[in-house]
């Protein structure tokens, strides 16, 4: 399970730098952002992963502001957005990862990478999409 969570968490920092300067997939994907090892599995979870966002990108962007009550996605921190989409093609996507699991992942990826008063909101959204995807 660690793997998965690296995975998660590359990811997250390709998509970070695709929504922030703009990085082209093949740039993101060399992985030159993770200064540490990476496994295989690694690399492919977190291809599977921005691929799959940046395909579904304006998708999954409607989706954040039907469920965003009042938030403009402008006003949504970069890491907040890339762990919404992240989580979203996720729960969408990966019918094998429970959407507890990913909720679960995503909270634990805004307290490494944002802060604690995040969480809540980042819940309240993830939750509010599972309900609907996941009746």
């Known amino acids: ?10 990811a997250l920092m390709g998509l970070y730098q695709t929504d922030l300067v703009e990085a082209s997939l093949k740039d993101v994907l ?3 952002y993770f200064d540490k090892p990476t496994s295989q599995e690694e690399r492919e979870h977190a291809t599977f992963l921005i ?4 395909d579904n990108w304006e998708k999954i962007d409607t989706i954040i502001k039907e469920n965003s009550n009042n ?3 402008s006003r949504i921190s970069i890491v907040n957005r890339s762990i919404l989409r992240l989580s979203i093609f996720s729960m969408m ?3 094998w990862t429970p959407p507890a699991v990913i909720i679960d992942e995503a909270l634990l990826l ?11 909101f980042i819940n ?9 995807l996941h009746p």
């Open 110 to 120: 805004t307290r490494e990478y944002e802060s604690e008063e995040s969480v809540g």
């Open 71 to 73: 938030w403009e996605l």
């Open 1 to 10: 399970m660690a793997s998965r969570h690296r995975g998660r968490v590359l």
């Open 124 to 132: 309240g959204i993830l939750d509010s999409i599972k309900k609907k």
């Open 51 to 54: 691929k799959g966002v940046v």
């Open 93 to 95: 996507q990966e019918e």
């Open 30 to 32: 060399t992985f030159a």
